[in-house]
Structures are given as C-alpha cells and as structure tokens.
C-alpha cells in the first residue's frame, strides 16, 4: 500500500467523534492507531472493506493523535514510523469510506471501557462489526480488551473479528519490529513487514552547498516525519512533481565538515534542476554504509562517487527484482 499524496482525500475525514453527523452509519468499524499502515494493518483493512461491501454500510477506521502514550506516559511514547498526513493518505489509498481522527487526551483517557463502546462505537459510529487486532486496549486504565469486546458481541451489540497476525519469515508484523528495523538501518525488513519501501517525505530546504561545491549537489530535506534510520549513507528513489529519480542519502551527522546536527541530504542521480522548496519523497532501499570522517575532500569525493554507483546498482537490482 503505497504512500499516496492528494490533494483532495476521497474518504471523508472527522476529527473526533463529536464531528460525526447525526445518523451517521451504520459500519463496519477497525480500530487502532495503524502507525505505518503495514501489512497488518493492510489485512485489517481490507477484511473491513469486504465486509462492509457485503453488508452494503460504510467501511470506516478509528485511529487516534497523538499516540495514546504520548499524552500519558512521553517518556515511554515511540517515535512514529510515519508523519500524521501519511497516515491519513495510506487509509486515504486503501480505499475506506471514512476516518475518525480522534484527539487523544487525558479527557478521553478517562472516558471508562464500557462507556467508550457504548457511546462511541454503538451509538455514534452504529458499528455493526468490529475489527480489531489481539492487543487492542482501550478505555481508562486500558481496561477496554478483546475479552470484553467478545461480551458485546455475544449480547448481539456488534459482530467481532480479532485479526490473525501477519508473519513474514516467522517475524509478526507490527508497528514496533518496523520502528526497531528502520532505527537499525534495516531497510529490506523493515519494507517486508510494511509491504513498500520505508520512506520519509518533506520539504527542501537551503543548505550549506558543500555537495554542490563537489560536484554532488544535494537536496536538504526536512522530513515531516521525527524517525531516522542509523546514520548512514542509502541507496533511495527520489520522488516529487514530475520527478522520479536513483538517489543516494546521506542520514545523521556531517563529520568531515564538523557538523553534528543530523541531516537528511539526497544527491538525484542523472537529475538536473531546481528542488528548492519542492516536497520530495525517499523511499529507503538499501544501506550501503556507514558515516565516516575523511581526511580531506579529495578523499570525500571519490567515496561519494563510490557510493553514488553503489545506489545506482543497488537499486536498479532491487527494482529488476520485482
């Protein structure tokens, strides 16, 4: 399920239950926070479309922002694999009727397990299946679970469907083991649990020119997104308004010119023009290799272009590959 960019969603949007029509349903319902919006996910998704098709009601998503812990406990809360406008555009793609964005706070971190069901998920949303993944919590305390969902659903309040695990290479998809590959530099495991490449996307921004000055010019990107791979320099395709390119990333600091603040910086191979304020996506392909201090530029050069033949085989055999 690709990232889509649009500039007019299809699926309807609501922010917050407070936001939805009245009469609005009924539907079929998947809950979660869909951070990724990897092939678990992707399985949820489309059992709720079917169904939803079947029964002839509206297949909608609840998802939550910001992430429950970050509200609760920050100290605890993990960096998200994708910037909230991804997300939506991700749900956006897989072609779902409606979005319920909830605004997670500690007023609805007090709102009880029963009470949340009762009026959120019955009476506002008229769900008439839920779909949800075995970890699901919800409610104050998290006291909400599937054991008490499976109650419902025995009264006849709504249908339930616990999701079964997506597993690749005996690995459970989820969006944790892809926040832990990505963070490592894992870019083909994290891709095989997400079922695309991992990508950051983001405005470019003026640099310093050292890239340029070597006759590498760089686009300086300022991801949307908090989550960085190691540092590293990778083999990514570049992709923005008419643009479509190979492209080797450097990630994280800039020793050999003492710069410590982590950057984000694409050399396009084989592209020529002006990316000064356009918004350009990567999408993580491979690592090729650490961040290194060089003695001198001359020998900053000739590794740069090493790496930039590196990505350019690297990629054309990843995408020969498929």
Do not use: W
Request: contains cysteine; charged residues 20%.
């Amino acid at each position: 399920m690709p990232v889509h960019r649009r500039d007019r969603m299809t699926m309807r949007l609501y922010r917050g239950f407070g936001a939805l029509p009245d009469g609005f349903g009924p539907s079929v319902v998947a809950m979660g926070n869909f951070d990724g919006v990897h092939r678990g996910h992707q399985a949820v998704i489309r059992g709720t479309l079917a169904s939803a098709r079947a029964r002839g009601v509206l297949a909608t998503i609840v998802t939550f922002h910001p992430h429950p812990l970050r509200i609760l406990a920050p100290e605890r809360a993990p960096v998200l694999i994708q910037s909230l406008e991804d997300r939506l555009a991700c749900l956006d793609a897989s072609g779902v009727d409606a979005v319920v964005l909830v605004p997670f706070s500690r007023q609805l971190a007090e709102v009880g397990a029963q009470a949340f069901v009762e009026e959120f998920l019955v009476r506002r949303l008229r769900c008439v299946e839920l779909r949800v993944g075995g970890d699901a919590r919800f409610g104050k305390g998290r006291a909400g679970d599937v054991d008490l969902l499976r109650h419902y659903a025995a009264t006849g309040a709504f249908a339930l469907n616990v999701a079964d695990a997506v597993v690749d290479g005996g690995i459970r998809a989820s969006s944790s083991e892809i926040r832990r590959r990505v963070l490592a530099g894992d870019m083909e495991g994290a891709a095989a649990l997400l079922g695309r490449p991992f990508s950051l996307a983001g405005e470019v921004v003026s640099g310093a020119a050292r890239g340029r000055g070597m006759g590498f010019p760089t686009a300086n990107l300022l991801p949307d997104a908090a989550i960085r791979p190691v540092p590293g320099i990778y083999a990514a395709v570049a992709s923005g308004p008419g643009i479509r390119a190979v492209a080797a990333v450097h990630v994280g600091p800039i020793p050999t010119f003492h710069v410590t603040a982590p950057k984000v910086e694409a050399h396009l191979l084989d592209f020529q023009g002006e990316l000064l304020g356009t918004r350009l996506r990567l999408e993580f392909r491979t690592r090729l290799r650490g961040v290194v201090t060089f003695a001198n530029v001359e020998d900053l050069k000739r590794q740069i272009a090493t790496d930039v033949q590196a990505a350019r085989d690297a990629v054309g055999e990843l995408e020969g590959s498929r």
